[in-house]
């Protein structure tokens, strides 16, 4: 079965503590997003790539990274700079074809919580 | 700026009573996309539906249904007959060429009750 999976499910954080999260995709697509959601809060996106060797920061990368070394897998470490770092986080894919904007598919999330 | 509004933070409802979910939209760019998404309590977002700006016909799937009005700015959806299974929060985004990004609404939880 095609499809997005992270993990882990519970991601438990210590001060100070770098902690990654885990995004591999087998639907074959190009880009691939990270988003951040909080409580009664819609998502916001922290960083995404279209290709692999390249991403862009979105609308709140500050504390954390990302790397693209293979197509099917995006990482996200989020780093001892991220001051407020319980969220639930999302991972999403989709194809990328010109002149369209397409469907990003997401997977199940990470919950992170700090200790 | 681009900006979607759902102003209906929880709506309740009473199995087989239909409801509508509102998203109102902002962008000043002619080609748009706009999205509804369906997060279960599991967390998992679920793809329900994409239009693309230019294609304003009504669409139906089930119980499912979307009207599309460019001169309001508006892409509502409404479930006919809701179900205890339709419980979950309710995303409409936003995106267009000019832009790579999604923007989201901040969503409508929607409790049905048996």
């Known amino acids: 079965d095609g499809g997005i999976t992270q993990s882990p499910k519970y991601l438990f954080r210590k001060e100070g503590q770098n902690v990654t999260l885990s995004c591999e995709q087998n639907l074959n697509h190009d880009a691939m997003y990270w988003y951040r959601q909080d409580p009664g809060q819609g998502l916001r996106l922290i960083y995404y790539?279209?290709?692999?060797?390249?991403?862009q920061k979105g609308d709140i990368a500050e504390g954390y990274s990302v790397s693209r070394e293979k197509k099917e897998s995006f990482p996200l470490t989020v780093t001892s700079a991220q001051k407020n770092p319980t969220a639930f986080y999302l991972c999403?894919?989709?194809?990328?074809?010109?002149?369209?904007?397409?469907?990003?598919?997401f997977g199940p999330g990470t919950r992170l919580l700090v200790l | 700026a681009q900006k979607v509004t759902q102003a209906q933070t929880e709506i309740s409802v009473v199995e087989k009573e239909d409801v509508t979910l509102d998203c109102v939209y902002e962008t000043r760019d002619t080609t748009y996309y706009l999205f509804w998404y369906k997060q279960p309590p599991s967390g998992e977002l679920v793809f329900l539906i994409r239009?693309?700006?230019?294609?304003?016909q009504n669409e139906i799937s089930g119980r499912y249904s979307w009207n599309f009005q460019k001169s309001t700015s508006s892409f509502n959806f409404t479930i006919t007959a809701s179900q205890v299974v339709d419980s979950a929060v309710y995303f409409c985004?936003?995106?267009?060429?000019?832009?790579?990004?999604?923007?989201f609404g901040t969503g409508t939880r929607l409790q049905v009750f048996p």
């Open positions: 790539s279209q290709i692999v060797n390249d991403f």
């Open positions: 985004a936003l995106s267009s060429l000019n832009t790579d990004k999604l923007i």
């Open positions: 239009r693309n700006s230019f294609d304003e």
């Open positions: 999403a894919s989709s194809i990328v074809a010109r002149g369209q904007q397409e469907t990003q598919y």
